[in-house]
C-alpha cells in the first residue's frame, strides 16, 4: 500500500502533467489558428497571382497580334518601295 507522500507525489505528478498537457493544447490551438490564417493569405496570394498571369497572358497575345500586325505593314510598306523603285528606273 501506497503512503500519503507517495499518493500526494503521484497526484502532484498527474497534475503537472494535466497542466503542461493543457497548455501544450493551448499551444497547438494557436499554431493551428497561425497556419490556418496562413493557408488562407497563400491562396488568396495564389488567386491574385492566377489573375495576374491571365492578364499577362492576354497582355502577350495581344502584342503578338500588334507585332504581326506591324510585320505585315513593314512587308507591305517594303514591297511598295521594291515596286517604286522598279517603275522608277523604267521611267
Known sequence: ???QDQVDSVVCS???LL???AQMQTQCREQSEQLAA?????????QCLREQCEATQL???RMR?????LLDTKAAFEARERQTRKLSKQL
Open 19 to 21: 497542466a503542461d498537457a
Open 65 to 69: 497580334r500588334q507585332l504581326e500586325e
Open 59 to 61: 497582355d502577350m497575345a
Open 38 to 46: 496562413a493557408a488562407a493569405q497563400l491562396r488568396e496570394e495564389s
Open 14 to 16: 498527474v497534475e503537472s
Open 1 to 3: 500500500m501506497m503512503s
